[in-house]
């Protein structure tokens, strides 16, 4: 029998990535305040995102993950929301006109505000200050380093501002206002890729003025603001999600309430997102995270890089869902382009024979990052599709399937209308000169919209390509694996490898 559970049996563990606050008693007012706060999200999104994961898990809806590193305060405007909304949007479309499956949605968004580091301290100049934790924990400033209660409280309201704005646009006709149509491909220096690009913008538009005119869609014939119903293109559900990293604050937004299908049976709810996961530095069996984990009733996704071993992989499984039920667990793996072939094979057998249900989504991201020869932390385009395919092709090989994928990307652009320069190489073929010309984040490099595109036509040209037969998964020759054969993925290939 499991030990008894509570939202603050964690604190009896061993606990990593931990915040030390000079002044316990404010921190305490704080979570007491939050405590009293109403929640960001309901039972009832959380057990329709339950049910949507399950689908995913059957390979009847493709998972799409995203959003920024980490969010900062200052980065909650309305333009930058609606940036990042949009591009999740226009990413999805692409892959469901690939893939023709249902893609669920959920963002890095409203709450992404804590990072974990590698070290508690770091060197600026000729100072050791405390490490920059995230807006909800200290200051970017190296003056502003001291870990401040105050800041969860002002994480709750910015969380919960953005939740707000989010809702306004979705409920208002903004997922019908991401056509294709609207998309510049100018940036695209490649002739064939272009060619490539513009094949399959022509093939969704032509799609989406076909549903219009046969009357599929005759719920938006009028514009939302003159009495126009959303129509089904402008309905979508979209779900919040972040790290669950600093557990004070989780716990006090843990609450215990009705589950939707059984008004009589209770359980605990994490209400300040959807979706949480666990990262890679705070898997630890025996810790305090996956004790906290093992015990809401959310979604929750687990992240796993090279240092997991296959047995701890299952045991880990074991502690967060011992009934297996579905819909409860993605496995967002992070392993590297040159590591992956050595660990997700293991990764994979493991699982299957534990019997367990899990989502397995790919995260190329973390595994990829570099230092530019000036001195920025960057990722190279060509890397992280070179994971994504290689994801492809070794779940295809070991009888599994991708269920979906995991980025960092955003859709802002500066006054001028220039996107952000963090990432090498894509379409655009941003070189490592051009680095500075935008480089905007704080924590880690992400996609821009021009990139994050690339990666959205390449996967939806490689399961077209898979519906229609022609992919590797039903010719089974070519060992290079699923989409090699894509002119897309050659194209790309052609700048250059890069690992």
Known sequence: MP?????????????????????????????????????????SEIERLRYQLGLVQRNEAFLLHAGDCAESFDA???????????????????????????????????GQYAKPRSSSYEKIGEREVLSFRGDNVNGLDPNDRTPDPERLLRAYFHSTTTLNYLRSLLTSGFASLHHPRDWSLEHVRSPALRREFETIVDGLSDALDFSRTIGADA??????????GRGTLGEVDFYTSHE?????????LTRELPVPSSPRRKAFYNTGAHFLWIGDRTRQLTGAHVEY???????IGIKVGPSMQAEELVRVLDVVNPDKESGRVTLITRYGARMIDDHLPSHIRAVKESGHPVAWICDPMHGNTQTSTTGLKTRHFNNIISELTASLHIHTTCGSRLGGVSLEFTGELNEEGYSVTECLGGSMELSEEEL????????????????????????????????????????????AGPGTSDGLYQEFKSQGPKV
């Open 3 to 43: 030990d008894p559970w509570s939202p603050d049996s964690w604190k009896e563990k061993p606990i990593a990535q931990d915040v030390s606050y000079p002044d316990q008693e404010h921190l305490s007012k704080v979570l007491s305040k939050l405590e009293t706060l109403p929640p960001l999200v309901t039972p």
């Open 76 to 110: 909650c405007t309305h333009e930058n929301i609606s940036s990042k909304i949009g591009l999740i949007l226009s990413f999805s479309l692409v892959l469901i006109w690939g893939a023709r499956l249902p893609v669920v949605r959920i963002g890095r968004i409203a």
């Open 219 to 228: 719920g938006a014939a009028h514009a939302y603001e003159q009495g126009g």
């Open 244 to 252: 669950g990293l600093m557990l004070a604050y989780e716990a006090a």
């Open 293 to 299: 984990f093992r015990g809401i009733r959310n979604p």
């Open 436 to 479: 500075g010309l935008r480089y905007q984040s704080f924590c880690d490099p992400r996609l821009n919209f021009e990139q994050s595109l690339d990666i959205a036509f390449l996967m939806s040209n490689h399961f077209k390509e898979e519906r229609r037969g022609c992919g590797r998964a039903q010719r089974g020759g070519d060992t």
